[in-house]
Protein backbone atom coordinates (compact mmCIF):
# COMPACT_ATOMS: atom_id res chain seq x y z
CA UNK A 1 0.00 0.00 0.00
CA UNK A 2 1.12 4.02 -0.27
CA UNK A 3 2.31 5.08 2.64
CA UNK A 4 -0.64 7.64 3.78
CA UNK A 5 0.40 8.82 7.21
CA UNK A 6 -3.43 11.15 8.23
CA UNK A 7 -3.86 12.29 11.81
CA UNK A 8 -6.70 11.09 13.61
CA UNK A 9 -8.42 10.91 17.04
CA UNK A 10 -7.51 7.85 18.96
CA UNK A 11 -10.78 5.94 18.12
CA UNK A 12 -10.54 4.38 14.77
CA UNK A 13 -14.37 4.69 13.34
CA UNK A 14 -15.66 2.65 10.76
CA UNK A 15 -16.49 5.13 8.58
CA UNK A 16 -15.59 8.68 7.66
CA UNK A 17 -16.50 10.94 4.76
CA UNK A 18 -12.97 12.68 2.61
CA UNK A 19 -13.34 16.32 1.81
CA UNK A 20 -10.55 18.98 1.03
CA UNK A 21 -11.18 22.80 -0.32
CA UNK A 22 -13.17 21.80 -3.36
CA UNK A 23 -16.13 20.93 -1.68
CA UNK A 24 -15.64 23.83 0.87
CA UNK A 25 -15.58 26.21 -2.23
CA UNK A 26 -18.10 24.99 -3.59
CA UNK A 27 -20.76 25.39 -0.79
CA UNK A 28 -19.50 28.72 -0.29
CA UNK A 29 -20.29 29.46 -3.67
CA UNK A 30 -23.28 28.11 -3.51
CA UNK A 31 -24.23 29.78 -0.48
CA UNK A 32 -23.24 33.21 -2.57
CA UNK A 33 -25.17 32.48 -5.60
CA UNK A 34 -28.58 32.65 -3.21
CA UNK A 35 -30.01 29.19 -4.39
CA UNK A 36 -29.71 26.72 -2.17
CA UNK A 37 -32.27 24.33 -2.43
CA UNK A 38 -33.10 22.50 -5.68
CA UNK A 39 -31.70 24.15 -8.75
CA UNK A 40 -29.05 24.60 -11.31
CA UNK A 41 -26.14 22.67 -9.11
CA UNK A 42 -28.64 19.72 -8.79
CA UNK A 43 -29.42 19.73 -12.45
CA UNK A 44 -25.62 19.55 -13.05
CA UNK A 45 -24.44 16.69 -10.69
CA UNK A 46 -27.38 14.55 -12.37
CA UNK A 47 -26.12 14.88 -15.46
CA UNK A 48 -22.38 14.25 -14.10
CA UNK A 49 -23.89 11.14 -12.55
CA UNK A 50 -25.61 9.67 -15.27
CA UNK A 51 -22.85 10.55 -17.59
CA UNK A 52 -20.19 8.46 -15.03
CA UNK A 53 -23.15 5.58 -14.39
CA UNK A 54 -23.51 5.47 -18.59
CA UNK A 55 -27.54 5.82 -18.32
CA UNK A 56 -29.71 8.70 -20.17
CA UNK A 57 -31.19 10.04 -16.67
CA UNK A 58 -30.41 10.73 -13.48
CA UNK A 59 -32.63 11.72 -10.84
CA UNK A 60 -31.44 13.57 -7.84
CA UNK A 61 -33.20 12.77 -4.15
CA UNK A 62 -32.55 13.43 -0.82
CA UNK A 63 -31.84 10.26 -0.40
CA UNK A 64 -31.63 6.17 -1.07
CA UNK A 65 -34.64 5.68 0.86
CA UNK A 66 -36.88 8.20 -1.46
CA UNK A 67 -35.02 6.99 -4.78
CA UNK A 68 -36.32 3.25 -3.88
CA UNK A 69 -39.91 4.35 -3.17
CA UNK A 70 -39.97 6.42 -6.11
CA UNK A 71 -39.11 3.90 -8.19
CA UNK A 72 -42.18 1.42 -6.79
CA UNK A 73 -44.26 4.61 -7.13
CA UNK A 74 -43.91 5.43 -10.38
CA UNK A 75 -43.99 1.64 -11.44
CA UNK A 76 -47.44 1.85 -9.51
CA UNK A 77 -46.47 -1.45 -7.41
CA UNK A 78 -49.56 -0.84 -4.49
CA UNK A 79 -52.33 -3.37 -2.87
CA UNK A 80 -52.15 -6.38 -4.36
CA UNK A 81 -48.96 -6.59 -5.11
CA UNK A 82 -45.31 -8.18 -3.88
CA UNK A 83 -42.00 -7.12 -4.20
CA UNK A 84 -38.63 -9.75 -3.71
CA UNK A 85 -35.96 -8.72 -2.07
CA UNK A 86 -33.48 -10.11 0.33
CA UNK A 87 -33.54 -10.05 4.06
CA UNK A 88 -29.47 -9.04 4.39
CA UNK A 89 -30.30 -5.33 4.00
CA UNK A 90 -31.03 -2.20 5.53
CA UNK A 91 -34.65 -1.28 7.06
CA UNK A 92 -35.08 1.04 3.46
CA UNK A 93 -35.29 -1.70 1.09
CA UNK A 94 -38.44 -3.09 2.32
CA UNK A 95 -40.04 -0.46 4.06
CA UNK A 96 -40.93 1.18 0.82
CA UNK A 97 -42.80 -1.81 -0.11
CA UNK A 98 -44.77 -1.53 3.18
CA UNK A 99 -45.19 2.63 2.19
CA UNK A 100 -46.78 1.38 -1.26
CA UNK A 101 -49.02 -0.69 0.46
CA UNK A 102 -47.77 -3.99 -1.29
CA UNK A 103 -46.33 -6.98 0.26
CA UNK A 104 -42.35 -7.46 0.44
CA UNK A 105 -41.31 -11.14 0.68
CA UNK A 106 -38.02 -12.04 1.05
CA UNK A 107 -35.64 -14.67 -0.27
CA UNK A 108 -32.35 -16.32 1.34
CA UNK A 109 -29.15 -15.13 0.47
CA UNK A 110 -25.79 -16.52 -1.60
CA UNK A 111 -23.10 -17.81 1.58
CA UNK A 112 -20.03 -16.19 -0.37
CA UNK A 113 -21.44 -13.26 -1.31
CA UNK A 114 -24.33 -12.30 0.77
CA UNK A 115 -26.56 -11.63 -2.27
CA UNK A 116 -29.87 -12.27 -3.36
CA UNK A 117 -29.03 -16.02 -4.41
CA UNK A 118 -30.20 -16.52 -8.11
CA UNK A 119 -30.41 -20.24 -7.38
CA UNK A 120 -33.08 -19.54 -4.18
CA UNK A 121 -35.07 -17.38 -6.52
CA UNK A 122 -35.61 -19.80 -8.82
CA UNK A 123 -36.59 -22.25 -6.24
CA UNK A 124 -38.94 -20.06 -5.11
CA UNK A 125 -40.43 -18.79 -8.38
CA UNK A 126 -40.90 -22.91 -9.19
CA UNK A 127 -42.66 -23.96 -5.61
CA UNK A 128 -44.12 -21.01 -4.07
CA UNK A 129 -45.74 -18.91 -7.19
CA UNK A 130 -47.99 -19.91 -10.20
CA UNK A 131 -47.83 -18.44 -13.69
CA UNK A 132 -51.21 -16.95 -14.74
CA UNK A 133 -50.74 -17.49 -18.66
CA UNK A 134 -54.13 -14.75 -19.26
CA UNK A 135 -52.34 -11.83 -17.36
CA UNK A 136 -49.18 -12.57 -18.16
CA UNK A 137 -48.44 -12.22 -14.33
CA UNK A 138 -46.86 -14.16 -11.58
CA UNK A 139 -49.03 -14.86 -8.10
CA UNK A 140 -47.98 -16.13 -4.57
CA UNK A 141 -49.48 -19.54 -3.84
CA UNK A 142 -50.66 -18.54 -0.61
CA UNK A 143 -52.22 -14.82 -0.78
CA UNK A 144 -52.53 -14.21 -4.24
CA UNK A 145 -50.59 -11.09 -4.60
CA UNK A 146 -49.34 -10.43 -7.98
CA UNK A 147 -45.04 -10.31 -8.40
CA UNK A 148 -44.11 -7.02 -9.50
CA UNK A 149 -40.73 -6.54 -9.02
CA UNK A 150 -37.40 -7.87 -7.79
CA UNK A 151 -34.87 -5.38 -5.80
CA UNK A 152 -31.35 -7.13 -5.65
CA UNK A 153 -29.14 -5.69 -3.08
CA UNK A 154 -26.00 -5.39 -4.26
CA UNK A 155 -24.55 -5.85 -0.52
CA UNK A 156 -21.08 -4.20 0.54
CA UNK A 157 -20.61 -3.15 -3.23
CA UNK A 158 -20.50 -6.60 -4.40
CA UNK A 159 -22.82 -6.86 -7.44
CA UNK A 160 -25.24 -9.46 -7.49
CA UNK A 161 -25.18 -12.03 -10.38
CA UNK A 162 -27.38 -9.84 -12.55
CA UNK A 163 -27.73 -12.24 -15.43
CA UNK A 164 -29.40 -14.84 -13.86
CA UNK A 165 -31.68 -12.48 -11.81
CA UNK A 166 -32.43 -10.29 -15.06
CA UNK A 167 -33.31 -13.76 -16.94
CA UNK A 168 -36.17 -14.48 -14.46
CA UNK A 169 -37.52 -11.32 -14.91
CA UNK A 170 -37.76 -11.64 -18.48
CA UNK A 171 -39.02 -14.55 -18.31
CA UNK A 172 -42.00 -13.86 -15.53
CA UNK A 173 -42.55 -10.45 -16.97
CA UNK A 174 -40.96 -8.19 -13.48
CA UNK A 175 -39.29 -5.00 -13.15
CA UNK A 176 -35.79 -5.48 -11.48
CA UNK A 177 -34.59 -2.15 -9.17
CA UNK A 178 -30.83 -2.07 -8.13
CA UNK A 179 -30.66 -1.23 -4.68
CA UNK A 180 -27.06 0.00 -5.05
CA UNK A 181 -26.88 2.03 -1.99
CA UNK A 182 -23.49 0.76 -1.27
CA UNK A 183 -21.96 0.28 -4.95
CA UNK A 184 -21.74 3.51 -6.63
CA UNK A 185 -18.67 2.42 -9.17
CA UNK A 186 -18.96 -1.17 -8.66
CA UNK A 187 -19.38 -3.15 -12.20
CA UNK A 188 -20.67 -6.22 -13.31
CA UNK A 189 -19.12 -8.20 -16.64
CA UNK A 190 -17.38 -4.91 -17.50
CA UNK A 191 -21.38 -3.45 -17.01
CA UNK A 192 -21.52 -0.50 -14.69
CA UNK A 193 -24.05 -0.81 -11.34
CA UNK A 194 -27.24 1.67 -12.48
CA UNK A 195 -27.24 0.16 -15.83
CA UNK A 196 -28.49 -3.53 -15.02
CA UNK A 197 -32.19 -3.23 -14.38
CA UNK A 198 -35.05 -1.12 -14.76
CA UNK A 199 -34.12 1.64 -12.63
CA UNK A 200 -30.86 1.86 -9.83
CA UNK A 201 -31.07 3.79 -6.76
CA UNK A 202 -27.77 4.63 -5.09
CA UNK A 203 -27.16 6.54 -1.44
CA UNK A 204 -24.92 9.27 -0.50
CA UNK A 205 -25.16 8.90 3.21
CA UNK A 206 -22.26 10.22 5.29
CA UNK A 207 -20.46 6.60 5.37
CA UNK A 208 -21.30 5.97 1.71
CA UNK A 209 -18.08 5.85 -0.76
CA UNK A 210 -19.33 9.22 -1.98
CA UNK A 211 -21.55 11.53 -0.19
CA UNK A 212 -23.52 14.45 0.11
CA UNK A 213 -24.31 14.24 3.83
CA UNK A 214 -27.81 12.90 3.08
CA UNK A 215 -28.91 11.92 -0.48
CA UNK A 216 -29.48 9.66 -2.94
CA UNK A 217 -29.72 9.14 -6.81
CA UNK A 218 -31.76 7.38 -8.95
CA UNK A 219 -30.87 6.31 -12.55
CA UNK A 220 -32.86 5.10 -15.10
CA UNK A 221 -32.88 4.62 -19.55
CA UNK A 222 -36.53 5.21 -19.34
CA UNK A 223 -37.38 8.27 -20.12
CA UNK A 224 -41.36 8.16 -19.13
CA UNK A 225 -40.04 6.85 -15.99
CA UNK A 226 -37.70 9.44 -15.27
CA UNK A 227 -40.29 12.33 -16.25
CA UNK A 228 -42.75 10.79 -13.38
CA UNK A 229 -40.17 10.00 -11.11
CA UNK A 230 -39.24 14.07 -11.03
CA UNK A 231 -43.00 15.07 -10.90
CA UNK A 232 -43.33 12.80 -7.72
CA UNK A 233 -39.98 13.77 -6.36
CA UNK A 234 -41.09 17.35 -5.96
CA UNK A 235 -45.10 17.03 -4.89
CA UNK A 236 -46.23 16.04 -7.71
CA UNK A 237 -45.51 19.67 -8.82
CA UNK A 238 -45.97 20.17 -12.85
CA UNK A 239 -42.18 19.93 -14.53
CA UNK A 240 -39.51 22.26 -13.84
CA UNK A 241 -41.74 24.03 -11.05
CA UNK A 242 -38.27 24.17 -9.16
CA UNK A 243 -37.74 27.45 -11.16
CA UNK A 244 -40.99 29.02 -10.34
CA UNK A 245 -38.71 31.53 -7.95
CA UNK A 246 -35.69 32.16 -10.43
CA UNK A 247 -35.89 33.90 -13.88
CA UNK A 248 -36.72 30.88 -16.26
CA UNK A 249 -39.71 30.27 -14.08
CA UNK A 250 -43.43 31.17 -13.18
CA UNK A 251 -45.11 31.21 -10.10
CA UNK A 252 -48.12 29.49 -11.68
CA UNK A 253 -47.82 25.79 -11.42
CA UNK A 254 -50.06 22.62 -11.51
CA UNK A 255 -50.47 19.32 -9.18
CA UNK A 256 -50.27 16.21 -11.38
CA UNK A 257 -49.93 13.38 -9.11
CA UNK A 258 -49.61 12.87 -5.15
CA UNK A 259 -46.27 13.42 -4.84
CA UNK A 260 -43.61 13.73 -1.96
CA UNK A 261 -40.91 15.58 -0.67
CA UNK A 262 -38.28 13.82 -1.75
CA UNK A 263 -35.79 16.48 -3.74
CA UNK A 264 -32.00 17.23 -3.19
CA UNK A 265 -30.74 20.60 -2.24
CA UNK A 266 -27.78 22.64 -4.58
CA UNK A 267 -25.70 22.54 -0.96
CA UNK A 268 -25.87 18.87 -1.19
CA UNK A 269 -25.62 18.82 -4.36
CA UNK A 270 -21.78 21.53 -4.30
CA UNK A 271 -20.92 18.07 -2.29
CA UNK A 272 -21.68 15.62 -4.60
CA UNK A 273 -20.34 17.31 -7.83
CA UNK A 274 -16.81 17.28 -5.89
CA UNK A 275 -17.44 14.02 -4.54
CA UNK A 276 -18.29 12.29 -7.79
CA UNK A 277 -14.86 13.35 -9.61
CA UNK A 278 -13.24 11.57 -6.91
CA UNK A 279 -15.29 8.63 -6.42
CA UNK A 280 -12.85 6.45 -8.52
CA UNK A 281 -9.76 7.27 -6.70
CA UNK A 282 -11.83 6.84 -3.10
CA UNK A 283 -12.12 2.79 -4.83
CA UNK A 284 -8.76 2.66 -6.04
CA UNK A 285 -7.60 3.38 -2.08
CA UNK A 286 -10.35 1.24 -0.86
CA UNK A 287 -9.77 -1.51 -3.02
CA UNK A 288 -5.76 -1.30 -1.55
CA UNK A 289 -6.70 -1.30 1.89
CA UNK A 290 -8.99 -4.45 1.27
CA UNK A 291 -6.19 -6.10 -0.49
CA UNK A 292 -4.03 -5.37 2.71
CA UNK A 293 -6.84 -6.76 4.71
CA UNK A 294 -7.07 -10.04 2.81
CA UNK A 295 -3.21 -10.22 2.72
CA UNK A 296 -3.20 -10.00 6.59
CA UNK A 297 -5.75 -12.07 7.38
CA UNK A 298 -6.22 -14.74 5.04
CA UNK A 299 -4.48 -17.95 7.16
CA UNK A 300 -6.41 -17.02 9.91
CA UNK A 301 -8.62 -20.24 10.19
CA UNK A 302 -11.42 -18.76 12.46
CA UNK A 303 -12.01 -15.90 9.79
CA UNK A 304 -13.51 -15.85 6.65
CA UNK A 305 -12.85 -13.24 4.34
CA UNK A 306 -15.14 -11.70 1.77
CA UNK A 307 -15.72 -13.79 -1.65
CA UNK A 308 -15.07 -11.61 -5.28
CA UNK A 309 -16.65 -12.57 -8.08
CA UNK A 310 -14.17 -13.17 -11.01
CA UNK A 311 -16.55 -11.19 -13.53
CA UNK A 312 -17.27 -8.04 -10.94
CA UNK A 313 -15.70 -4.73 -9.51
CA UNK A 314 -16.70 -4.46 -6.16
CA UNK A 315 -17.01 -0.82 -5.00
CA UNK A 316 -15.85 -2.17 -1.72
CA UNK A 317 -18.06 -0.14 0.44
CA UNK A 318 -17.82 -2.73 3.40
CA UNK A 319 -15.21 -5.44 4.04
CA UNK A 320 -17.11 -8.23 6.07
CA UNK A 321 -15.68 -10.96 7.68
CA UNK A 322 -17.22 -13.98 9.67
CA UNK A 323 -16.15 -14.73 12.83
CA UNK A 324 -16.34 -18.61 13.55
CA UNK A 325 -14.09 -19.47 16.28
CA UNK A 326 -14.89 -21.16 19.69
CA UNK A 327 -13.58 -19.22 21.53
CA UNK A 328 -15.12 -15.81 20.89
CA UNK A 329 -17.77 -14.72 19.44
CA UNK A 330 -18.74 -11.85 16.98
CA UNK A 331 -20.14 -9.58 19.55
CA UNK A 332 -17.07 -10.52 21.53
CA UNK A 333 -14.90 -9.53 18.95
CA UNK A 334 -16.26 -6.19 18.35
CA UNK A 335 -16.04 -5.11 22.21
CA UNK A 336 -12.83 -6.12 22.54
CA UNK A 337 -11.82 -3.97 19.54
CA UNK A 338 -13.54 -1.71 20.81
CA UNK A 339 -11.78 -1.58 23.66
CA UNK A 340 -8.74 -1.16 21.73
CA UNK A 341 -10.14 1.83 20.15
CA UNK A 342 -11.00 0.05 16.78
CA UNK A 343 -14.35 0.73 15.98
CA UNK A 344 -16.91 -1.90 13.54
CA UNK A 345 -20.18 -2.05 12.62
CA UNK A 346 -22.48 -5.08 11.54
CA UNK A 347 -24.36 -4.71 8.42
CA UNK A 348 -27.19 -6.45 8.46
CA UNK A 349 -29.90 -7.87 10.97
CA UNK A 350 -31.95 -9.71 8.47
CA UNK A 351 -35.29 -7.58 8.69
CA UNK A 352 -37.12 -11.16 9.23
CA UNK A 353 -35.99 -10.83 13.04
CA UNK A 354 -36.94 -7.44 13.86
CA UNK A 355 -39.99 -7.04 15.29
CA UNK A 356 -41.95 -5.17 12.73
CA UNK A 357 -41.73 -8.32 10.54
CA UNK A 358 -42.19 -10.66 12.78
CA UNK A 359 -45.29 -8.83 13.83
CA UNK A 360 -47.04 -7.94 10.76
CA UNK A 361 -45.77 -10.73 8.55
CA UNK A 362 -45.48 -13.61 10.83
CA UNK A 363 -41.32 -14.16 10.11
CA UNK A 364 -39.42 -16.27 12.57
CA UNK A 365 -35.68 -17.40 12.94
CA UNK A 366 -35.46 -20.67 10.42
CA UNK A 367 -37.47 -18.76 7.31
CA UNK A 368 -33.85 -17.34 6.25
CA UNK A 369 -31.23 -19.58 7.59
CA UNK A 370 -28.28 -18.67 5.44
CA UNK A 371 -28.84 -14.79 6.28
CA UNK A 372 -29.57 -15.85 10.01
CA UNK A 373 -26.21 -17.67 9.94
CA UNK A 374 -24.40 -15.20 8.25
CA UNK A 375 -25.85 -12.16 10.56
CA UNK A 376 -24.61 -14.54 13.76
CA UNK A 377 -21.15 -14.16 12.70
CA UNK A 378 -20.66 -11.16 10.35
CA UNK A 379 -18.58 -7.50 11.51
CA UNK A 380 -17.39 -4.97 8.89
CA UNK A 381 -14.30 -3.56 9.49
CA UNK A 382 -12.76 0.14 9.41
CA UNK A 383 -12.46 1.17 6.00
CA UNK A 384 -12.56 4.65 4.29
CA UNK A 385 -9.88 5.97 2.03
CA UNK A 386 -8.62 8.23 4.53
CA UNK A 387 -7.45 5.48 6.45
CA UNK A 388 -3.68 5.32 6.89
CA UNK A 389 -1.59 1.96 6.30
CA UNK A 390 -1.04 2.05 9.72
CA UNK A 391 -4.06 2.03 10.38
CA UNK A 392 -4.75 -1.10 8.84
CA UNK A 393 -2.09 -2.73 9.50
CA UNK A 394 -3.49 -1.78 13.64
CA UNK A 395 -6.51 -3.83 12.93
CA UNK A 396 -5.09 -6.66 11.34
CA UNK A 397 -2.13 -6.54 14.17
CA UNK A 398 -4.99 -6.33 16.80
CA UNK A 399 -7.31 -8.94 15.53
CA UNK A 400 -4.27 -11.48 15.44
CA UNK A 401 -3.73 -10.55 18.62
CA UNK A 402 -7.40 -10.99 19.93
CA UNK A 403 -7.35 -14.41 18.33
CA UNK A 404 -4.07 -15.42 19.89
CA UNK A 405 -4.84 -14.78 23.49
CA UNK A 406 -8.60 -15.85 23.59
CA UNK A 407 -7.10 -19.65 21.92
CA UNK A 408 -4.33 -19.39 24.04
CA UNK A 409 -6.93 -19.26 27.50
CA UNK A 410 -9.10 -21.68 25.65
CA UNK A 411 -6.19 -24.20 25.64
CA UNK A 412 -4.60 -23.63 29.30
Known amino acids: MKNNPI ?17 AEELIAALNSGWITTGPRTREFEKRFAEYIGVDEAVATNSCTAALHLALAALNVGPGDAVITTPFTFAATANVVVHQRALPVFVDIDPATYNLSPTKLQEFFQQRCVWNNNEKSLRLKT ?25 LATRYNL ?19 GTLGTMACFSFYANKNMTTGEGGMLTTNDHELANRVRVLCLHGLSKDAWKRYSGEGTWRYDVVDAGFKYNLTDLASALGLHQLRKLDGFI ?18 CLTLPTMSPNSRSAWHLYPVLINSPSICRDEMIEELRK ?6 VHFIPLHLTSFYRQTL ?31 ETVADEIRSI ?10
Open 7 to 23: QRPPFLPFSAPSFDNSE
Open 284 to 301: RRREELAKFYTESLRNID
Open 403 to 412: LNSVHLAAAS
Open 362 to 392: GYKRGDFPIAEQTFDQIMSLPLFPRMSDADA
Open 143 to 167: TGHRVRAIIPVHYGGQPCEMDPIAA
Open 175 to 193: EVIEDAAHAAGAQYHSRNV
Open 340 to 345: RDIGCS
